[in-house]
């Protein structure tokens, strides 16, 4: 059984850095894709980056695009997203996601495993 750990959130304050992590388990994630997504209070579930395990070619959102980064280490089974330059629009809980499949997606509803998601603040 699959499963999805997070770790890293907190409060920062605006420009500041923090870095995600996602400890996943239960199976070998070589033909997944993983991904981040988030949800500000009353919003909806928003796509983040993503990855191809066994590649490491990443996909952003837009407005994230340099300014995180997405990354994958194979010997600890663990997906990280360095956040960098945030503000306060980046305030929302963070959920890893995976799902084995071959493409990109932004689509929630395309990812069958999900961790119980991390609390990320960014104080102006």
């Known amino acids: 059984q699959v499963q999805l750990f997070e770790s890293g959130g907190g409060l920062v304050q605006a420009g500041g850095s923090l870095r995600l992590s996602c400890a996943a388990s239960?199976?070998?994630?070589?033909?997944?894709?993983m991904a981040w997504f988030r949800q500000a209070p009353g919003k909806g579930r928003e796509f983040v980056a993503a990855i191809k395990w066994s590649s490491g070619n990443t996909y952003y959102a837009d407005s994230v695009k340099g300014r995180f980064t997405i990354s994958r280490d194979s010997a600890k089974s663990t997906v990280s997203l360095q956040m960098n330059s945030l503000n306060p629009e980046d305030t929302a809980v963070y959920f890893c996601a995976a799902d084995p499949k071959t493409y990109f997606t932004g689509a929630p509803s395309e990812y069958g495993y999900w961790g119980q998601g991390t609390q990320v603040s960014v104080s102006s």
């Open positions: 239960g199976r070998t994630f070589r033909n997944y894709v």
